[in-house]
């Protein structure tokens, strides 16, 4: 059913809305091309129980895609709180209510709850930063997407309640073929390419050691939780921690796959790797070059992907081998079909090479889409921006030299004093105002991520940084070009020609990607 039926005044900003209307079904399998929650989801000020079409009114960037609905898979949380506003117009109920009695209280879990109330927050425990340092708790506006309070107790009845197939005592609460449905996806482009896909409705699929596991897995500052199911044993675990925070993933996921193992312990089953198929030499070549990174999760994030998330194949004793252009190892895929392989690791295909509407070959790992792009692209974008970097942190290191030996002169009253010395120091500012400007956010970042969402000093600095930066890039150039009829030594002037260009050219670039004047606090 198009999102667009059920609530006609949500207003989606869908280009292709005509031919490809974003669907219920694109929302709960994140394949509707919806952005994922930006830093301003989190507060601490409003009202918890804020309506969840006001919640979207602060979050409106949630509304426009990024790509034709069904072309990628890209995980967005704005996808269930999409859903779970469209609840309330076809149940005649909030979306909490509806759940508690239809899921929650038949499951006898009775005291889990997707609100804050002041009943709720005694049985809360404090929650924790990776520093263990206390964390206050965190509201979204994405509630149906998390903010489900609840304890191991009442998630180990929920792990029953799936691996019984919907059924709960002799009460059939869901139908077995709801369950069966959210345990597989039908939009995910890796599912329509043949492979057994890694999500369904709320669910993501996978296998460890050889067994098929459904899981989910979700965070908020100073809270985790994962918990998963597997029919091959018949059992299920979940972990619930109050310590989280960027630092801290690692750990979650170690403690995690640990309590696996040992559900594992005593499971004889020993999976079977599938046979090699024959390939030709034509078609195996025919996958080697370079790709790229298509379905970025985050606009802020998609010029640094643009940079480094290339993939690149080449064929080796008729076998092809995957790594990141820039980063890690070779590691092989083994073939499985003529167009799908799987990885070490893997006792099924996880990989598989198709062709797109548009007639380009791609490659599908996972939830990650790669298109094929020309082997210069990478290397191009890779080198100019590493160069630039490398010119503008060489203005400091050069102001190091220059600014002694400038007060040495002016202090003896040398006669050969630098001329012009505003095309060093211009652009020596806007470097060292923008590396300033990082290093508070990433500090701020270390303190907690919600707070880079918030009208906090370090973020209106940051705002005001990137344009100082812009403005003195483009100060440093035409400063620069004047140099050419100043006094000015020749290898000066073309360092500081160089220098400037360096900056403007990242100016450009952070501008197109929307980082220029970026206000932290409303993305």
């Not at 909030?94 to 499951?107: A, G, Q, V």
Request: hydrophobic residues 40%.
């Amino acid at each position: 059913t198009p999102v667009k039926q059920m609530l006609p005044e949500i207003g989606i900003d869908n280009p292709w809305e005509d031919t490809n209307p974003v669907r219920i079904v694109h929302l709960l399998e994140h394949t509707a091309g919806l952005n994922d929650p930006h830093f301003n989801d989190y507060y601490l000020d409003c009202d918890p129980d804020i309506p969840l079409m006001d919640g979207l009114k602060v979050s409106k960037h949630y509304l426009k895609l990024k790509w034709k609905p069904g072309s990628y898979r890209s995980y967005s949380s704005a996808g269930y709180m999409l859903a779970g506003i469209i609840i309330a117009p076809v149940t005649g109920e909030k979306f909490e209510d509806y759940l508690k009695k239809e899921i929650l209280e038949p499951l006898g879990m009775t005291t889990s709850t997707f609100r804050l109330t002041s009943e709720t927050q005694q049985l809360l425990a404090q929650g924790y930063k990776a520093n263990y340092q206390s964390s206050q708790y965190w509201h979204i506006y994405s509630r149906p997407a998390g903010s489900l309070n609840s304890s191991a107790y009442e998630m180990a009845k929920y792990l029953q309640f799936m691996l019984n197939k919907g059924t709960v005592g002799e009460t059939q609460v869901l139908a077995e073929s709801t369950i069966d449905r959210m345990e597989k996806s039908t939009t995910d482009p890796a599912a329509k390419a043949g492979l057994e896909s890694k999500a369904g409705l709320g669910l993501g699929t996978g296998y460890y050691k050889g067994y098929k596991w459904y899981t989910h897995y979700g965070s908020m500052m100073g809270f985790c939780g994962a918990y998963g199911y597997c029919r091959d044993i018949d059992m299920g675990c979940v972990t619930l921690t109050n310590r989280w925070d960027v630092d801290f993933e690692a750990g979650i996921t170690k403690l995690w796959n640990t309590l696996r193992r040992y559900l594992m312990k005593d499971a004889e089953y020993i999976p079977q790797t599938p046979p090699e198929p024959e390939i030709s030499m034509q078609t195996l070549k025919a996958y080697t070059g370079y790709y790229k990174w298509c379905n970025t999760p985050q606009r802020l994030s998609a010029w640094i992907d643009l940079i480094l998330n290339y993939q690149t194949i080449k064929l080796e004793d008729r076998r092809l081998y995957a790594k990141n252009v820039f980063f890690g190892s070779w590691e092989p895929l083994i073939p499985v079909t003529e167009n799908s392989f799987r990885d070490n690791e893997e006792f099924h295909a996880n990989i598989v090479f198709n062709k797109t509407p548009d007639d380009k070959l791609a490659f599908i790992n996972g939830s990650s889409f790669y298109k094929k792009t020309p082997w210069c692209k990478p290397w191009l974008h890779g080198i100019l921006f590493c160069l630039s970097w490398i010119i503008m942190l060489s203005s400091i290191f050069y102001a190091i030299v220059w600014i002694p030996i400038g007060l040495y002169k002016r202090i003896t009253k040398k006669n050969n004093q630098s001329q012009y010395l505003r095309i060093r120091v211009i652009p020596l500012l806007a470097v060292i105002i923008i590396l300033f400007s990082f290093t508070l956010v990433g500090m701020q970042v270390n303190q907690s991520l919600a707070y880079v969402g918030q009208k906090t000093p370090v973020n209106v600095f940051f705002y005001f940084s990137t344009w100082s930066f812009a403005i003195l890039s483009f100060l440093s150039l035409f400063f620069t070009v004047r140099s050419f009829k100043k006094p000015v030594k020749t290898v000066a002037r073309i360092y500081a020609l160089i220098l400037s260009l360096s900056c403007v050219g990242t100016t450009l670039y952070w501008g197109y990607w929307g980082i220029i004047g970026l206000k932290l606090w409303a993305y």
